[in-house]
């Protein structure tokens, strides 16, 4: 089978490599023509493990080409996906132009059968749009040819794109009739072999599936950011009651990390959009309102902790930042709370000294001069009043404890995602602040 993506951001180059990677032909298409020679020279404009590899390999066995051209990419594909960003509008909304743009230049250009699949975030009744900007198109052109929109909406997570792809949950396919539900069965029955589900909707389901799922996972996190807080000021610790209500079944132990603020391309965007969403049907979501006023706050939560320990002055103190993604095994820094955290320190006159292990370019486009970029995560804490760890990579997990105290200027950790362990921290000398703690 032969399937076109549109669009060869975080979503469509996953779809397309990793569709390519179990014998689909794949051209994806992109305005951009220096990412798409880019592309042609392997040169990926995100980081994500395993990636590059992929697109290597089926580049080489010519599965996946690369091409700006959507007219010539076109003839003998099944399937189009279109995967291209929609980002937030003024109010939140989901800005749509992209997609629909798209699809009028598909029903400029297509000559047969075509299911043609929003696979970037859209909300709930886009594919009557796409479908009435593919039908313009054919009725500008006088033509008459059969087509299906479907909605397979993508649950990819940055850092585990890949094996996430390849080893879905489930996947989720809005359809409104059996020839588009077919051929995407087809495409996808490679996927499905060791049982994992493919669950066929209508498309406005399938839709909301996406929104409805992003924001529950962000309403979790806000909830334990909740109630971490209060654990700190009860004198409870909220790693043992993550522990003590995770191992319910019916709540279940993962996503219930406290930490520094959801980040990121699509929790802050969904939350919003879906509350936008509401608006538009007069319906107020009043729960996401709550969950995103929660990480907005969560996000100063660090630097409250910093002001409170220095009593309101961090004037010409060095912090050493640990991490500046938005999670690990990502560069990505959108809506990255260390942004944030940044920011405040050097409101107030604190010198910032930042290490990360992957988003260093990412991050100096967002930080430029104002703060210094270490070599190391030892050099950045050097002479430091305090380390202030932000992302949770691997490599923070296990420092040299009696190094840092030898060469920081006071032994003091700020812990945003409570990776270390407070007790043996202070056996070390170390004054240890974490989140959801009593202190
Ligand atoms: C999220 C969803 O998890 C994916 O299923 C979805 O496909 C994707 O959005 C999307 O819409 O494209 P992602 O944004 O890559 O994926 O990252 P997550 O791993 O979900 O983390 C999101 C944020 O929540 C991060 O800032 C992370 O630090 C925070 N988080 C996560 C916590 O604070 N606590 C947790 O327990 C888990």
Not at 104 to 109: N, S, T, V
Not at 155 to 177: Q, W
Not at 206 to 232: F, H, P, Q, V, W
Not at 360 to 378: I, K, P, Q, R
Request: glycine share 8%; with cysteine.
């Amino acid at each position: 089978m032969k399937v076109v993506i549109v669009g060869t951001g975080y979503v469509g180059l996953v779809t397309g490599a990793c569709l390519a990677e179990v014998g689909t032909e794949v051209v994806c298409v992109d305005v951009d023509a220096g990412k798409i020679v880019r592309l042609q020279n392997n040169m990926l404009p995100i980081y994500e493990p395993g990636l590059q590899e992929i697109v290597k390999r089926n580049q080489q066995d010519d599965r996946l080409l690369f091409t700006t051209d959507l007219a010539s990419a076109l003839p003998g594909a099944e399937v189009v996906f279109i995967a291209v960003g929609t980002p937030p509008g003024e109010d939140g909304s989901a800005d749509l132009q992209y997609v629909l743009q798209v699809a009028g230049q598909i029903g400029q250009l297509m000559e047969h059968y075509l299911v043609i699949v929003t696979k970037s975030t859209v909300p709930v009744g886009t594919a009557v749009q796409v479908n009435r900007a593919v039908k313009e198109s054919l009725d500008a052109r006088q033509l008459i040819l059969d087509y299906d929109v479907a909605s397979n909406p993508e649950f990819l997570k940055e850092g585990a794109a890949v094996n996430d792809f390849m080893k879905p949950d489930r996947i989720v396919v809005g359809v409104n009739t059996t020839r588009a539900r077919h051929t995407l069965e087809q495409l996808y029955r490679p996927f499905l072999l060791n049982g994992h589900p493919i669950l066929f909707m209508d498309i406005a389901s399938a839709e909301m599936t996406k929104y409805a799922a992003n924001a529950m996972l962000a309403t979790r996190i806000s909830y334990m950011n909740d109630i971490a807080n209060l654990c700190g000021l009860a004198g409870a610790d909220i790693d043992q009651v993550r522990k003590g209500i995770g191992s319910d079944p019916r709540i279940g132990k993962h996503f219930l990390y406290p930490g520094i603020g959801y980040g990121g391309s699509c929790f802050p965007k969904d939350v919003k959009a879906l509350i936008q969403t509401g608006r538009e049907y007069g319906y107020h979501l009043r729960i996401l309102d709550a969950v995103e006023a929660v990480n907005e706050d969560q996000k100063k939560i660090l630097f409250r902790k910093i002001l409170r320990h220095f009593d309101g002055d961090v004037r010409n103190k060095k912090f050493a930042v640990w991490g500046l993604s938005f999670k690990p095994n990502t560069d990505d820094m959108r809506e990255a709370p260390s942004l944030v955290l940044i920011d405040s320190l050097l409101e107030e006159g604190a010198i910032v000294s930042v290490y990360d292990p992957v988003a260093m370019d990412e991050a100096s486009a967002c930080l430029g001069n104002n703060v210094t970029f270490a070599e190391d995560m030892y050099s950045a804490a050097e002479n430091a009043a305090a380390i202030l760890l932000v992302t949770e990579w691997n490599t923070f997990r296990m420092p040299d404890w009696q190094r840092l105290r030898k060469t920081m200027q006071s032994p003091l950790v700020f812990d945003g995602r409570n990776i270390y362990d407070d007790v043996q921290l202070i056996k070390l000398g170390f004054t240890y602040y974490g989140i959801g703690k009593a202190n």
